[in-house]
């Protein structure tokens, strides 16, 4: 088992981390010879895509520097060789963080990850395999009261099936500005109880 760990808050005491952590827990309880390949993208954010980069992928059929492809390739490699995925990412207005869009723009790579077959069409190149995403916000997005626009996972349900992740699984903690310390100890350990079905679903089949 190969674990490909990412977090998206800057904060290291931020919810989201809490509930991503919990879940690669779970996971290590299960498989404890599985490795752990981190990606701490809100404390060491990868850079934002260079003129280079743009350019070499507005230009497919034109030989570049393969220089400008490393960082691409790195985090590419990484999400090959992961059994499972598990994201934790706070909601930021709406919608993920920059830094998450950022390797979001790396890993996206036409003729790499994703074919095009026709105008806006795309057919993902990657092997599916179960993505966990821990998603942290001060409000209430989803089911039930909800009371402000949810962008993150519809976005990142388009942007993951586009490269062939399929099985994605949200686990939002939700109205952690407003509920008590006993009420939010519930919902952490509700949602780790939900990733706990979603992965045993995933081992059975």
């Not at 994605?168 to 407003?178: G, N, V």
Request: hydrophobic content about 40%; some cysteine.
């Amino acid at each position: 088992m190969k674990i490909l760990h990412i977090d998206c808050s800057p904060r290291p005491e931020s919810y989201s981390r809490a509930l991503s952590a919990g879940m690669v827990d779970r996971i290590l309880d299960l498989y404890p010879g599985a490795s752990v390949t981190r990606r701490d993208l809100g404390r060491n954010p990868i850079p934002h895509a260079t003129e280079d980069y743009a350019r070499a992928l507005s230009n497919p059929h034109e030989e570049v520097d393969p220089a400008c492809m490393q960082l691409s390739e790195e985090l590419i490699c990484e999400l090959e060789m992961a059994d499972a995925v598990v994201i934790g990412t706070p909601m930021n207005n709406f919608t993920i963080p920059s830094v998450l869009k950022a390797w979001i723009d790396q890993v996206l790579r036409s003729g790499r990850t994703f074919a095009s077959k026709a105008p806006g069409q795309k057919v993902g190149l990657l092997k599916d395999r179960p993505v966990y995403i821990a998603v942290a916000s001060g409000g209430v997005f989803a089911d039930e009261g909800a009371s402000q626009p949810d962008f993150l996972r519809p976005y990142l349900t388009a942007a993951l099936k586009c490269i062939g992740l399929h099985s994605l699984h949200f686990l939002p903690l939700q109205a952690t500005a407003f509920l008590s310390s006993d009420a939010l100890s519930q919902a952490f350990d509700e949602a780790l109880t939900r990733f706990d079905e979603h992965f045993s679903t995933a081992r059975a089949a």
